[in-house]
């Protein structure tokens, strides 16, 4: 029997324990992550096709939606969903006018990330 390939998850947060946090819970839940703390080290990555992205909205070095835009400009990157966290208060019109897939505020509760994370990995791949 052949086993169902780990889903890879891109994480860009420049807070280094809620990226370890995310890191961990992510991978308690059987997914392959790359956590990393900026745009320039997030477009090192880039190459390799990740299955989602979780993305702070306010990087040391840019907007995570200016960059969630430019993704989902480019034909290679388009169809990856991408989740923009952030505890600014218009989070849900960055994430509309970025063109991200979805939102979650900071603070947030794992089980909250978890099932946004599995909704977009799993389900809206079925649907």
């Known amino acids: 029997m052949k086993t169902p390939m780990r889903k890879r998850i891109i994480v860009v947060d420049d807070d280094d324990d809620i990226l ?15 956590a990393v703390s900026d745009i320039v ?5 880039r190459q390799n096709t990740a299955d989602l992205i ?3 909205d306010w990087l040391n070095d840019g907007l995570g939606s200016q960059l ?3 993704l989902k400009n480019n034909k290679h990157t388009a169809n990856i969903p991408i989740i923009l966290i952030s505890a600014a208060n218009n989070l849900a019109e960055s994430a509309k006018e970025s063109g991200a897939d979805d939102f979650l505020s900071k603070p947030f509760d794992i089980d909250d990330l978890l099932t946004k994370v599995d909704l977009w990995l799993y389900e ?3 649907s």
């Open 68 to 70: 969630c835009k430019g």
């Open 41 to 45: 080290s997030f477009e090192k990555l």
């Open 124 to 126: 809206k791949v079925l």
């Open 20 to 34: 370890q946090i995310i890191r961990y819970v992510l991978e308690e839940h059987g997914m392959t992550v790359e």
């Open 54 to 56: 979780l993305l702070d």
